[in-house]
């Protein structure tokens, strides 16, 4: 199956609305608790010198995730459509635990702009997070060189996507099984997504030509894919 880009941003509001409405609830506690995992394998622990940023972050499901686990950290979710930051904004200002949100705030920048030493940031990130990112880059060295630019040597890079499916058949099976669960206009975004997705041997093979072995890349499942490490 070819690889068909989208656009780099989600900016229509029945777009955001379906994405913010929909319950991706089991999906976004597994990736809370595989990087936690992670975090915890590596001796890591995360408090009021750190901080989190959590790159295209949609409506903030993952950001307020984050915020809640790492109560004593800061946390930047960070998207370059203004819609979707609007939303993570209102969603923030009416949630239930909006006390325990104070180390949560958001910005809206194209991420490929966004640098290390500027506005963003007075501390340097020790966790850089994505979710069902990097298909929305168009291209993969604007991802990685993104990611490179905002990490220091303390930085953990933690970044999960879809995975392309193999062929048209299996992309149809993935979206009927989708349409039974979500709205016409998030079943078709998926569908587009799908197409839009790397493939395992694409992501590995851009991060050993492009001097970027320090970082893993594993298959979550039959349908995802991780990248994460150091750079």
């Known amino acids: 199956m070819e690889r068909i880009p989208e656009p780099e941003l989600m900016e229509e509001k029945d777009q955001v609305i379906s994405y913010d409405e929909a319950d991706f609830s089991e999906g976004e506690v597994k990736l809370i608790n595989q990087i936690n995992y992670y975090l915890l394998k590596?001796?890591?622990?995360?408090?009021?010198?750190?901080?989190?940023v959590d790159l295209g972050c949609g409506p903030g499901n993952i950001s307020e995730k984050l915020a809640i686990k790492w109560p004593n950290t800061e946390v930047v979710g960070i998207d370059g459509s203004?819609?979707?930051?609007?939303?993570?904004?209102?969603?923030?200002?009416i949630s239930t635990n909006q006390k325990r949100l104070q180390n949560l705030r958001y910005i809206c920048s194209d991420?490929?702009?966004?640098?290390?030493?500027?506005?963003?940031?007075?501390?340097?990130?020790?966790?850089?997070?994505?979710?069902?990112?990097?298909?929305?880059?168009t291209k993969l060295e604007d991802f990685f060189n993104t990611i490179k630019s905002l990490s220091s040597n303390i930085t953990v890079n933690f970044h999960k996507d879809l995975k392309r499916p193999l062929d048209e058949k299996s992309a149809l099976e993935l979206k009927a099984q989708c349409s039974s669960k979500y709205n016409e206009t998030l079943t078709n975004d998926y569908y587009a997504s799908l197409g839009a997705?790397?493939?395992?041997?694409?992501?590995?093979?851009?991060?050993l030509e492009n001097d970027l072995s320090s970082l893993d890349v594993f298959e979550d499942g039959d349908n995802y894919l991780i990248v994460y490490g150091n750079v």
């Open 82 to 93: 203004k819609e979707m930051i609007l939303r993570a904004e209102y969603k923030k200002s």
């Open 197 to 207: 997705s790397y493939t395992f041997k694409e992501l590995k093979n851009f991060t």
């Open 111 to 137: 991420i490929k702009e966004i640098k290390s030493n500027n506005f963003l940031l007075k501390k340097r990130i020790s966790l850089l997070v994505s979710n069902s990112l990097i298909h929305h880059i």
């Open 42 to 52: 590596k001796n890591i622990s995360l408090g009021q010198k750190d901080l989190i």
